[in-house]
Structures are given as structure tokens and as C-alpha cells.
């Protein structure tokens, strides 16, 4: 058998555990690594133990001769892996990097929600073109095989709705408001400190992060042609310890829901009161999603939706599908 050639662009959680779930499959070997300020590049397999031992004590990876760029458009690999920080404006320097694999007739996959959301279209197209695969189930609520579930699962279902919890960091903090009355301040202090939410939580807050999973499953999905400004989006900072406990009385909880109906058009990222026991009242970092189906009814998909290896393993996924539909 010979291996998948894997260039890994984004050496971070992802990266990390990515390079965990991989060491001990044998079809995929990592023949080049980058991150922010070097790369490295060893066509018999690069010890990616080794690399990231260095990269801890050292802060880089390898050579500033191989950038990220050099590589994606120089090195002999098949399949790029690209797990580099969400730029939801631009989608750089990832859009590039990725846009680059493809017009090389390179496989793509990547957990970076940024180039997807804003140029799916024309990367899908690239890669039609190009007879290879692009895939992101990592994307959208990380380890849960969302995508896929619509795509291959719930084929030929007319998608009636959905509506989910696609932000683990605003389900912790709702959380811990409802079930240990934390102010929001508070919970949200809690998050950071267990690594739950960034330095700057804005995005995550405010529904931003949610919104941009929502465009990605409309547009890739269900067929609809949006972006992040058509989504209307309320966060969760003004949410109070008082509102919480007079949901909880009334035997609701209060969880920050994205939803879309594409026969109205409408996307809405809000928090909504769902009575105890809808599945969506999920706890802590759990992501949550109902997909209304035409023959199958209602269907919820509940898992990890964030975590190095969590995310790692929708990546496998992808690299194992990329294997089996273009093997050689
Ligand atoms: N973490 C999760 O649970 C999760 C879940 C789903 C999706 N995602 C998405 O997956 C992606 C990766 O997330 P992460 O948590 O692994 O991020 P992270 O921990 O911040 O790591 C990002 C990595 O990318 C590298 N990088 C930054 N700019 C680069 C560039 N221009 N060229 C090459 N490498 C560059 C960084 O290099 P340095 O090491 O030099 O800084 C770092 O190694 C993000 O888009 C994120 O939104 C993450």
C-alpha cells in the first residue's frame, strides 16, 4: 500500500491532534508541517513527534524558508490538511493556501470555518473540476458527523429546518448560569480559565461563531446561497442569573439556538426558552442539532463539538473518505 503524502498546515490543538490520531495509521503519512513562522519538509515522513517536541520548547517548527505558502504550492503531497486560526473577513491566508492545493489537483481538508463560509461555491467547483476532494466536517460542530449525516444519511430527505446549539463555549456559560446561578461574567471567567473560550470570547459571545457554522451548513447543505450578514444574530452577554432561574421554574432552560428554514429563507442565531427535555438542552461544551426531514421526521445529532482530538476525528473522517472514493 502506498501512504496518502499529508502536508499539515497549523501546528495548534488541531494540529496536535491530528498528528495524535495519525500516528498509528499507516495509509497516511505526514511528509511536510508548517506553522505561523516555519515548515518543514521530509518526503520519507517527518517524525511529527519529534517536530512537536521541538515546536513546544522552541516556538517553531522547523525552517522560515518553508512557509506555509511554499509549501502548499511546492512540495509533492496529495492531500493538504489546513487547521490554521478562522478569519471570517478575508478567509487569509488560508483561502489562498487552500485555493492553491486545489488548482494543483490536491485533496483539501481543513476544520477552518473562514475560507468555507465565504467561498465554498468556488472551492467545491475547484475541486469538481479537479477530480479531488475537499471536504470540512471539522467546520461545524466539530466531532459530530453533521455534514455527512445530511449528505450520505439523511439522502434524498427534503431538509425541512434545522436548528442546533453550534457554540460549546455559550452552552458552558449558559450552564453554569442555570445550574450554579454564576452571573455571566463569572461563567465566562470559568471558561476561559478551563481553555473553553479565547482570550477574546467577542465572536463566540455575540453568535458570530454560531452564524458562520449556520452559513456553511446552508450553503454546502441545503443548497442556499447566503452569507454571514444575512443571519440575524442576538448573543448572549445580556442574558441575567434571574432569567435563567424564572425559565428554569417554568421547567425551561435557555440555550443560544441557530436555526434556518431554508423554504422561508430565514437564519437566526438567538438565545430561545425549549422546554427541559428537547434534545437541545444539551450541558457544558456539548453542540446539539435537530434536522427536520421529509421522511425521516426530526433527527438530533448531540456530541463534542470542539477538542484537539474531537476535531482530529472528523478530519480522519475526511481523510479516510478522500481515501476510499479517490484511492489509488
Ligand atoms: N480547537 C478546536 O476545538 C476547533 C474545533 C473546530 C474547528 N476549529 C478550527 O480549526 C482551526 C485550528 O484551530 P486550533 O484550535 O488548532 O487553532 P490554534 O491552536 O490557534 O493553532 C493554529 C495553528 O496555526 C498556525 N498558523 C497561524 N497562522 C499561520 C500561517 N499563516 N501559516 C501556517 N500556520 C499558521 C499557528 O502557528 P503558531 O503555532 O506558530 O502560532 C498554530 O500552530 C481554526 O480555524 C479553528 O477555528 C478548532
Known amino acids: 500500500m502506498i501512504p496518502w503524502k499529508i502536508a499539515l498546515i497549523g501546528l495548534g490543538s488541531v494540529g496536535r491532534g491530528i498528528a495524535q490520531v495519525l500516528k498509528d495509521k499507516s495509509?497516511?503519512?505526514?511528509?511536510?508541517?508548517?506553522?505561523?513562522?516555519?515548515?518543514?519538509?521530509?518526503?520519507?515522513?517527518?517524525?511529527?513527534?519529534?517536530?512537536?517536541?521541538?515546536?513546544?520548547?522552541t516556538g517553531h517548527c522547523g525552517d522560515p524558508k518553508w512557509p506555509a505558502s511554499r509549501i502548499a504550492s511546492e512540495v509533492d503531497y496529495d492531500i493538504l490538511i489546513e487547521v490554521t486560526p478562522t478569519n471570517s473577513v478575508t478567509?487569509?491566508?488560508?483561502?489562498?493556501?487552500?485555493?492553491?492545493?486545489?488548482?494543483?489537483?490536491?485533496?483539501?481538508v481543513t476544520s477552518n470555518k473562514g475560507?468555507?463560509?465565504?467561498?465554498?461555491?468556488?472551492?467545491?467547483?475547484?475541486?469538481?473540476?479537479?477530480?479531488?476532494?475537499?471536504?470540512?466536517?471539522?467546520?461545524?460542530?466539530g466531532a459530530v458527523p453533521i455534514l455527512r449525516g445530511i449528505q450520505y444519511g439523511l439522502a434524498g430527505?427534503?431538509?425541512?429546518?434545522l436548528y442546533?446549539?453550534?457554540?460549546?463555549?455559550?452552552?458552558?456559560?449558559?450552564?453554569?448560569?442555570?445550574?450554579?446561578?454564576?452571573?455571566?461574567?463569572?461563567?465566562?471567567?470559568?471558561?476561559?480559565?478551563?481553555?473553553?473560550?479565547?482570550?477574546?470570547?467577542a465572536s463566540d459571545i455575540d453568535g458570530t461563531d454560531a452564524a458562520?457554522?449556520?452559513?456553511?451548513?446552508?450553503?454546502?447543505?441545503?443548497?442556499?446561497?447566503?452569507?454571514?450578514?444575512?443571519?440575524?444574530?442576538?448573543?448572549?452577554?445580556?442574558?441575567?442569573?434571574?432569567?435563567?432561574?424564572?425559565?428554569?421554574?417554568?421547567?425551561?432552560s435557555i440555550r443560544l439556538i441557530a436555526s434556518l428554514n431554508p423554504g422561508k429563507n430565514t437564519l437566526e442565531v438567538s438565545p430561545r426558552l425549549l422546554p427541559?427535555?428537547?434534545?437541545?438542552?444539551?450541558?457544558?461544551?456539548?453542540?446539539?442539532?435537530?434536522?427536520?426531514t421529509e421522511y425521516a421526521g426530526a433527527i438530533t445529532f448531540i456530541g463534542r463539538g470542539a477538542g484537539s482530538v474531537e476535531t482530529a476525528s472528523a478530519i480522519l473522517a475526511d481523510l479516510l473518505f478522500i481515501a476510499d472514493k479517490y484511492g489509488r
Do not use: W
Open 91 to 108: 478567509g487569509e491566508p488560508a483561502l489562498t493556501t487552500i485555493k492553491t492545493a486545489l488548482l494543483r489537483s490536491k485533496h483539501v
Open 157 to 161: 430527505n427534503k431538509i425541512k429546518a
Open 212 to 252: 458562520i457554522k449556520l452559513v456553511i451548513l446552508a450553503n454546502t447543505m441545503l443548497g442556499m446561497s447566503v452569507k454571514l450578514d444575512d443571519v440575524k444574530r442576538t448573543g448572549i452577554s445580556g442574558l441575567t442569573v434571574a432569567a435563567l432561574h424564572m425559565a428554569n421554574a417554568n421547567g425551561r
Open 27 to 57: 495509509q497516511f503519512i505526514i511528509i511536510a508541517a508548517a506553522d505561523s513562522k516555519s515548515g518543514v519538509v521530509n518526503p520519507s515522513g517527518i517524525d511529527i513527534e519529534a517536530l512537536l517536541a521541538k515546536k513546544k520548547t
Open 115 to 141: 475560507p468555507v463560509s465565504l467561498a465554498s461555491v468556488e472551492l467545491l467547483r475547484i475541486a469538481e473540476e479537479k477530480n479531488v476532494g475537499f471536504l470540512f466536517e471539522g467546520t461545524v460542530a
Open 164 to 201: 442546533g446549539v453550534l457554540n460549546g463555549t455559550c452552552n458552558y456559560i449558559l450552564t453554569r448560569m442555570e445550574e450554579e446561578s454564576l452571573t455571566y461574567e463569572q461563567a465566562l471567567a470559568e471558561a476561559r480559565d478551563l481553555g473553553y473560550a479565547e482570550a477574546n470570547p
Open 276 to 292: 427541559k427535555d428537547n434534545p437541545l438542552v444539551v450541558s457544558g461544551t456539548l453542540n446539539a442539532i435537530t434536522v427536520e
